[in-house]
């Protein structure tokens, strides 16, 4: 069978595989056999290379070094693509973060292929889906020139198990010094936060203009605590300082396709949707009944979120 | 300090878009056309270091004739001069040769800062900046929420999850925008009668060297094979607090086993 390349993202230090990659994983399972490819600082690859095998990589590459993280973007495009002239893979699936996408576009320029971001779904011959304008159009699309690159949208695929060996096999790493332009002297983390990454969670609550302040942001938190889910905001609550914008939805902040969407307090204008839209669930609380939003949800509460939200938490939480 | 900054026009995210039934590509014609929102920032930036710097500040855009309105804007704004590359052979190009396009351009031009938006609404794939950068054998210092610029290097702090990784390269280099590094100016009335009289160079693919099979809808390293409008959701259930609201969403997630 065809190899597939997958290149598996990380979580940062010891943090495992994150769930994009076992969804790659699966993805590209339809168009033939998947590898892994970790590319990473010394040391990483031991403590991923099982889960790997038990979502279908037959084979491990392992290419590590520190320059890989020491600089942005460039040297994993320059090791990936050196991979894929030894093995000449059918395809190769990459979860869509940024650093995912970008490693695509450099790679589809050195080996003069074609790329596509974000799709949904890749089918055996080599089709894929994605979601333009806000959600509003479906489109199918091909790669037409060289071998096709795909970005797999996180949450579009269910992450399937599919024991297979995992066969490690170290790849040498020489980085160029034209890759070594950008360099990344720090990573700062400023909000460390126990709850799911927005981008993964399978659940995800959010909270517009009409939480009214930061301090009230916490009822907004308790029912996400309550769900296990994930904390987002629309622009109107981040330009209003109710919170950070690492965590704003929509066209100018993340997009989100979790298996439940709540909606509080958002009126649901078109830039959000654009983050939200392809929600499997999506419910609304919202005290005004014509708020667009409701035209987007399966479950809409008119109502006054000061009260149907604490209320809602309590139960929730009561049922466990 | 010379800065080149990259603007495209797009159709408006706020207003209905469509796709072109006859050949599967964004319809751009009939759209309502607006700078694409996140370049505001890139000029903006631009602006910003200029004025700290000294130097000249050049917008570059591939587009059809109508991206003439997007180059007002940002000569407006406070940009110098334009360049607009515009052919009819580039239309239904894909990114990758959009990229090969701007790289040429970039190539007659002189610059220590390529400065873009980090998406653009239509395509929204963030990846002009790697390709450039990949192309032009450039540093790459995109997704930025801020930028210094000194003595020969810039630093960014890239946006991520949470926080930022402090990014820095030699000039020149390449830089992308978020809508959290600034707020843009609006652009005065001065600033728009000036920019009736500032420059414009209209280039072709001819006057790039760019051979017409390098671009165009027949030549794209991807292809849009069909498309549809999203199926519309059936009719959602909505009901009035008058104090079982809350009960009543529990028990919709409870009917869905999601509680
Ligand atoms: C280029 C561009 C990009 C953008 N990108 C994004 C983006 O990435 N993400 C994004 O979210 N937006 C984005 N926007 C902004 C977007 O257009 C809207 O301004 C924003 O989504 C509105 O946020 P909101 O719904 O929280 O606020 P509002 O529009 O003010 O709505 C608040 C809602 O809360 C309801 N409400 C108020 N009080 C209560 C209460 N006590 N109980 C119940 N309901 C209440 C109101 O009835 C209203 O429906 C962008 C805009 C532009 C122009
Ligand atoms: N045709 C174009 N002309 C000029 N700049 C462009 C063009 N296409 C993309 N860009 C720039 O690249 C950025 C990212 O676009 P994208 O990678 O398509 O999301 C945009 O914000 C623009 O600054």
């Not at chain 1, 076992?22 to 033939?32: K, N, S, V």
């Not at chain 1, 320059?67 to 979860?95: M, N, R, T, Y």
Request: aromatic residues 4%; charged residues 20%; hydrophobic residues 45%.
């Amino acid at each position: 069978m065809a190899e597939v390349l997958v290149l598996a993202e990380l979580n940062p230090a010891g943090g495992g595989v994150r769930k994009t990659t076992l969804e790659a994983l699966t993805a590209a399972r339809a168009l033939g056999e998947p590898s892994a490819v970790v590319i990473a600082a010394p040391g990483t690859a031991v403590g991923v290379k099982d889960a790997l095998a038990e979502y279908g990589a037959a084979t491990v590459y392992v290419a590590e070094a520190p320059e890989v993280d020491e600089f942005l973007v460039a040297p994993k495009a320059e090791v990936l693509a050196q991979l894929v002239g030894e093995k000449s893979p059918a395809a190769v699936v990459i979860p869509s973060s940024p650093e995912g996408k970008e490693v695509a576009a450099r790679l589809a320029i050195k080996i003069g292929s074609g790329f596509l971001t974000d799709v949904t779904e890749i089918t055996a011959d080599g089709t894929a889906t994605q979601v333009a304008f806000a959600g509003q159009v479906i489109v199918h699309s091909k790669v037409t020139a060289g071998m096709p690159i795909y970005t797999l949208r996180g949450n579009s695929v269910t992450p399937e198990p599919a024991p297979a060996a995992g066969a490690e096999q170290a790849v040498s790493v020489s980085v160029s010094d034209a890759a070594k332009g950008a360099k990344v002297t720090d990573r700062v983390v400023e909000q460390k936060s126990s709850r799911p990454e927005l981008t993964e969670a399978s659940i995800v609550v959010s909270g517009g203009r009409g939480v009214a302040s930061a301090d009230n942001f916490s009822i907004i938190e308790a029912l996400a605590d309550s769900l296990g889910a994930a904390v987002g905001a629309s622009r109107a609550a981040v330009d209003s300082g109710f919170y950070p914008h690492s965590f704003q939805v929509g066209q100018t902040g993340k997009t989100v396709s979790p298996n439940l969407y709540v909606a509080v307090g958002i009126s649901g204008a078109i830039q959000h949707r654009a983050g939200m839209q392809t929600s499997k669930t999506i419910v609304a609380i919202n005290k005004d009944p014509e708020a667009p939003i409701f035209e987007l949800a399966d479950f809409g509460v008119i109502g006054d979120l000061n009260t149907v939200v604490p209320q809602a938490t309590e139960q929730i939480n009561a049922r466990k | 300090m010379n800065i080149v900054v990259l603007v495209k026009q797009v159709p408006d995210s706020g207003s209905e878009r469509k796709m072109d039934p006859a050949d599967n590509t964004v319809a751009r014609a009939a759209a309502d056309n607006v700078v694409n929102e996140i370049d505001e920032y890139a000029i903006e930036e631009a602006l910003v270091v200029k004025e700290a710097q000294g130097g000249e500040v050049t917008v570059l855009t591939v587009g059809p004739d109508s991206a003439t309105d997007a180059i007002r804007k940002a000569l407006s704004m406070g940009a110098d001069k334009a360049v607009h590359v515009s052919d009819e052979a580039i239309k239904g190009s894909d990114a990758v040769q959009i990229s090969a396009v701007l790289a040429a351009a970039l190539g007659q031009l002189e610059f220590d800062l390529v400065i873009c938006g980090a998406e653009a609404t239509d395509s929204q794939m963030s990846v002009m900046p790697a390709l450039l950068a990949e192309r032009l054998g450039l540093p790459q210092l995109s997704g930025a929420r801020k930028l210094t610029v000194d003595g020969g290097v810039a630093k960014i702090e890239r946006q991520t999850d949470g926080g930022y990784w402090a990014v820095e390269a030699p000039l020149p280099a390449i830089v992308s925008t978020w809508d959290t590094i600034n707020e843009p100016r609006y652009p005065s009335f001065k600033g728009i009668m000036a920019a009736k009289k500032k420059p414009v160079e209209t280039k072709t693919l001819a006057d790039l060297g760019v051979d017409a099979s390098a671009v165009g809808l027949a030549n794209a390293t991807t292809q849009v094979v069909d498309f549809a409008g999203r199926p519309p959701k059936g009719e959602g259930v909505k009901v009035t607090d008058e104090g079982d609201g809350a009960q009543k969403f529990v028990d919709f997630l409870a009917g869905q086993k999601i509680v």
